[in-house]
């Protein structure tokens, strides 16, 4: 059975803006969450990404360990892409392009499972927005493998984090279905033990 990546949240800041960022263990990043918003300062954000954070069981020196192991990662990534495109002034060839959008298809991917992850975790919060994006992520993955020329291993890639998301979003379907069941059965319940009692009077 394929271990869970583990992943830990972090403050950055985006221009002028302090936000939350993701890092996945051993994957270039940190990452945006963009659902999370923008906040005041960054002492705001690094205080809502603890939280986030405490919430993974995650200790704030592990969490550091996650994130500053993410950004050697991008730091590699980045100095790969500059020695694709050679030291000596060369233009960044197809094969760099394709590289780019495997790695930009892969980092929707985890960000939309962490979507979903927070939807199981706390169903009554706000989930439309999370969803939608989770969704539009599966269908933008599909797309990049069904209309770009990827390499058969890519291709694996990208297809075994679409498997994962669409499993995700069919068990967030289920646990909405039986909330609803259980809900229902709530309110004949109640309606029952109304009716019992006022046959009783």
């Known amino acids: 059975m394929q271990e869970e990546e583990r992943f830990a949240f972090t403050a950055k800041y985006w221009g002028q803006h302090a936000v939350v960022c993701r890092a996945v263990e051993d994957r270039p990043g940190p990452i945006v969450v963009q659902e999370f918003g923008e906040f005041d300062s960054w002492t705001q954000a690094n205080s809502f990404a603890?939280?986030?954070?405490?919430?993974?069981?995650?200790d704030p020196i592990e969490a550091n360990r996650i994130v500053t192991c993410s950004e050697l990662r991008t730091n590699e990534l980045m100095q790969t892409i500059e020695c694709m495109e050679g030291v000596l002034g060369r233009p960044r060839t197809r094969s760099t392009d394709k590289?780019?959008?495997?790695q930009c298809a892969i980092a929707e991917l985890?960000?939309?499972?962490?979507?979903?992850r927070l939807v199981t975790r706390n169903p009554e919060r706000g989930t439309e927005r999370l969803l939608r994006n989770a969704r539009r992520a599966l269908f933008n993955a599909m797309h990049s493998v069904l209309h770009s020329e990827l390499a058969e291993a890519d291709v694996e890639l990208i297809t075994d984090r679409m498997g994962r998301l669409a499993e995700a979003l069919r068990e967030i379907c289920r646990q909405a279905h039986d909330r609803e069941v259980t809900a229902g059965e709530a309110k004949v319940d109640s309606l029952a033990r109304r009716l019992d009692a006022e046959a009783c009077c």
Do not use: K, Q, S, W
């Open 110 to 116: 985890e960000l939309a499972l962490t979507f979903c």
């Open 50 to 58: 603890r939280r986030l954070n405490e919430g993974l069981d995650l």
């Open 99 to 102: 590289f780019l959008r495997v």
